[in-house]
């Protein structure tokens, strides 16, 4: 085999130190573009998790003075008093009008963003969820539920150790049989002129979900 010329040598050595160094940057460029992806996703996420952070703030607060203001009403305190005798539709109406009022209830208004109630159930002195009447059509999905009547009856044991209101996740069942991510908020009932505990009312609502434009909904991530 002929010898090189120096020329060629050279040309050949310079090719190497310029692939040598054409490789170095391009290690160097892709991590530099790594860590800005790196930075840019941390930044999204911290940014999503503060806006759920808010939103959740938001919607638990509405709900918590909500029920603290609604279980303050005595004709619900009587209505509530009147389940010993197996009354409970007065109990059920009295709550789905106060509801109503207060507009949580599902309606056919076009406001999409406004904050509605999944259910409404209330929980006796032993923690149990009280059976809604057959009249009450739009919660006999949930009272069917044994799981869900389990997750809420742990909650109402939970209540009754403790003065403030509980936020608890549950997964009820919509009426496709697909589990769905709620909250709750049970509330105690407190007799005005008693002083006694009568039960409790849980609130359950869906998690608030992220807004701007992409499909990223509220979740937990584990």
Do not use: C, H, W
Not at 5 to 20: D, E, K, Q
Not at 30 to 35: D, G, I, S, V, Y
């Amino acid at each position: 085999m002929p010898a090189l010329s120096f020329p060629i040598r050279l040309l050949l050595a310079m090719m190497v130190v310029v692939a040598g160094v054409t490789g170095a940057t391009l290690s160097i460029s892709q991590k530099k573009f790594q860590e800005s992806y790196r930075d840019l996703y941390a930044r999204l996420f911290q940014s999503q998790n503060n806006a759920f952070a808010n939103k959740q703030g938001y919607v638990l607060n509405g709900f918590k003075q909500t029920s603290a203001g609604f279980v303050k009403t005595r004709r619900l305190q009587l209505a509530l008093e009147e389940v010993a005798d197996g009354e409970t539709e007065d109990l059920y109406d009295t709550a789905k009008n106060e509801l109503d009022i207060r507009r949580l209830i599902e309606s056919d208004a076009a406001d999409t963003n406004a904050l509605r109630v999944t259910f409404y159930l209330f929980l006796g002195t032993n923690g149990q969820v009280i059976l809604s009447p057959s009249s009450s059509t739009n919660l006999t999905l949930f009272t069917s539920q044994k799981r869900l009547k389990q997750q809420l009856g742990q909650a109402g044991q939970v209540l009754n150790k403790t003065d403030k209101q509980v936020v608890i996740y549950i997964t009820p069942e919509n009426k496709d049989g697909q589990m769905e991510l709620q909250q709750a908020i049970p509330t105690k009932v407190i007799d005005a002129a008693s002083g006694n505990v009568l039960g409790a009312l849980a609130v359950g609502f869906p998690t608030p979900d992220l807004e701007g434009g992409n499909e990223m909904k509220a979740g937990i991530l584990i």
